[in-house]
């Protein structure tokens, strides 16, 4: 049964659990072990040692709160400000640790939160001059849980990770709340990391280090440089009640996004603020390319200083005024296949990104989705997903892209590519982004009749080697803001109206009684005219090419009169588009007037025969 302890403690501002039974044991000169039990946070299993889990760091289910409430004699808001749980709704990753954790689970080490306590600043430690915290000791904070906390605001320094003296870390075993909690008669600000290093089974103070981490140190790599600070101000007050809960939770997740990637590709985002030490961050991730190691990519280092460079890049790319432009060095398809880069890193970014995603800000997704596409997809090597908020779905695209538009934004790439096979496949790729699943994909949506294989990537393989990777992207961009700004066709439905379509007889005749009849080498036979002529309004409705326009029902199974069709469609579509031949002069206006007036019909939904008419008159 749990009872009073016979003396308690005030708990101090930001103080974390353990800090606080550490400091609660020295009052009471007993081990930290004896407030664990005393206060009901130790599990206790037959013939086996009692062990307080770090999991309570993140909150105190309910029996455990009022074990605990009762043994400390503090209220329900104190107890819970000794956790990780207020800052729940505003740094996802507690949440994350949260949701495992209730499953009877351990915390998930690598998900931007530290099993322990892994920094502090010797300042704190100090205290603040009261005669309770000279005793035992000022607070350590819950803020030196989250690897975005490198420094301490109020005394302009980095956190630091190790013993001055033994160099050991002062993180605990993982999953343990307090490093060696049955030893006593150390302070809560001693290295409590065993003599010999690897060695857990120190059972004195004498056989542990003992150093004091609240003496004052010399700051290795120079004071707190001020963009550190200001970004440090920054972090701090998106953990604060006046930010609101949502615009923090987004920012953190893009932060540990791009944190990742800037590790993966260092030192391509290296920053060069004055006084910022990225010769440590070097030296940290450097180790991490060791084949022998299985780390993490997004693992934020627990080096303050090393973290702190990394931060700042990635806070420095967040605020970019074009997000994409920024952080396109940083995950780029040569990243991935030919920079040296172990692709194991690459996968353990994309998997959280997938897990994380719908926890970015929409900012960062819309940026994220055009550089790291192959990994939005339906479970692993899935089906490619569509991207998001473009304005325009695959029924809208033209299946041969407007040659005004190529033209603007496609001439880098005529040196290499006839316009013919920048239209169809730009056509095709944009398809894509809103249909999602593959290329092949897209040109079948577009009646193509090809394959799709290799539609686009001599394109993207040409632009590596130029050296501009996302040129071909961000053409993409330019003409799918042109498509968007503009109002939307659907095409697709044009396509399907005409699938089987061919110009009736009754038009066509009124269109030829108005020909001056001039017989040449060029001229055609009315019928075999007539069905030539229905793909080239084909091509004008549906804005697609002369060799994908659908055979007509006439010839679909007497194979010459298919071929015949095949060869005058090309040819009445060289005449009408040379448009220099008189009888076929003649022609394409009242063909392209009909085809105007069938857009109309098909759009609106009406019949040939409303279109007939109209045109008869």
């Known amino acids: 049964m749990i009872t009073p302890l016979p003396r308690s403690l005030d708990p101090l501002a930001g103080e974390l659990l353990a800090g606080y039974v550490m400091r609660l044991a020295h009052r009471l000169d007993v081990a930290p072990d004896t407030v664990l039990r005393r206060t009901g946070l130790v599990d206790i299993q037959a013939n086996t040692q009692a062990v307080t889990r770090t999991a309570l760091s993140l909150e105190l289910p309910a029996q455990r709160m009022n074990d605990f409430r009762t043994a400390t004699r503090l209220t329900e808001a104190e107890a819970a400000a000794l956790t990780l749980l207020p800052l729940a709704p505003r740094y996802p990753p507690v949440v994350h640790s949260l949701d495992v954790v209730r499953t009877g689970k351990r915390i998930p080490a690598l998900d931007w939160l530290f099993p322990a306590a892994a920094r502090y600043c010797p300042d704190c430690l100090a205290g603040d001059g009261t005669s309770l915290q000279t005793d035992h000791g000022g607070p350590w904070k819950t803020d030196w849980r989250l690897p975005v906390v490198f420094a301490c605001s109020r005394h302009r320094r980095f956190l630091e990770h190790a013993c001055p003296d033994c160099r050991q870390s002062i993180a605990g075993r993982p999953g343990v709340l307090i490093p060696r909690p049955t030893i006593a008669g150390l302070h809560p600000a001693q290295c409590r990391a065993p003599l010999a290093h690897g060695s857990s089974r120190a059972r004195r103070a004498t056989q542990l280090c003992g150093a004091r981490l609240d003496r004052l140190q010399s700051e290795p790599g120079g004071p707190l440089p001020s963009e550190l600070a200001e970004l440090q101000m920054k972090i701090t007050a998106m953990l604060g009640p006046d930010t609101p809960a949502v615009t923090a939770s987004e920012y953190f997740t893009d932060l540990q996004m791009v944190s990742g990637l800037v590790m993966i590709t260092w030192p391509k985002a290296r920053p060069s603020a004055p006084g910022v030490d990225t010769h440590r961050t070097d030296l940290v991730l450097a180790g991490r390319h060791d084949p022998l190691l299985s780390l993490h990519a997004s693992a ?8 702190a460079s990394i931060l700042l890049a990635a806070d420095a790319i967040l605020a970019a005024a074009d997000l994409r432009t920024a952080l396109a060095p940083l995950a780029p398809v040569e990243n991935r296949t030919r920079s040296g880069i172990e692709p194991k890193r690459h996968r353990s970014w ?30 692993r090597s899935g089906s490619r997903l569509p991207h998001r908020g473009l304005g325009y779905g695959p029924q809208h695209v033209p299946a041969f892209l407007p040659l005004e538009w190529a033209e603007r934004h496609l001439g880098a790439f005529t040196v290499a590519f006839s316009m013919p096979v920048l239209r169809r496949t730009t056509s095709a790729f944009l398809v894509r982004r809103a249909l999602g699943k593959t290329i092949v994909d897209a040109a079948e949506f577009l009646g193509l009749g090809i394959d799709g ?12 080697r130029q050296g501009t990777p996302e040129a071909y992207e961000r053409a993409l961009d330019a003409i799918a803001a042109e498509l968007t700004s503009a109002p939307l066709i659907n095409y697709r439905h044009r396509r399907e109206h005409l699938a089987d379509w061919t110009l009736p007889p009754d038009s066509w005749h009124q269109i030829a009684a108005r020909l001056e009849r001039r017989r040449s080498p060029r001229y055609v036979s009315d019928d075999r005219a007539r069905l030539a002529v229905t793909a080239y309004i084909w091509t004008r409705v549906t804005h697609g090419e002369t060799q994908f326009a659908p ?23 060289h005449w009408l588009k040379q448009n220099k031949q008189p009888y076929y002069q003649q022609m394409k206006p009242f063909l392209d007037a009909y085809a105007d007036q069938l857009i109309h019909a098909i759009d609106t939904e009406h019949s040939d025969r409303q279109l007939t008419r109209s045109l008869a008159k």
């Open 453 to 464: 294989k290799g539609l686009g990537s001599p394109i993207t393989s040409w632009a590596r």
């Open 300 to 307: 934020p280092p627990q080096d303050a200083r090393a973290c």
């Open 350 to 379: 994309d998997s959280t990104y997938r897990r994380y995603q719908d926890e970015c800000s929409e900012r960062f997704r819309n940026a994220a989705e055009y550089l790291v596409s192959t990994h939005r997809r339906h479970g």
């Open 551 to 573: 055979c007509p029902p006439e010839a679909q199974h007497d194979p010459g009169h298919e071929a015949a069709w095949s060869r005058d469609r090309y040819d009445i579509a």
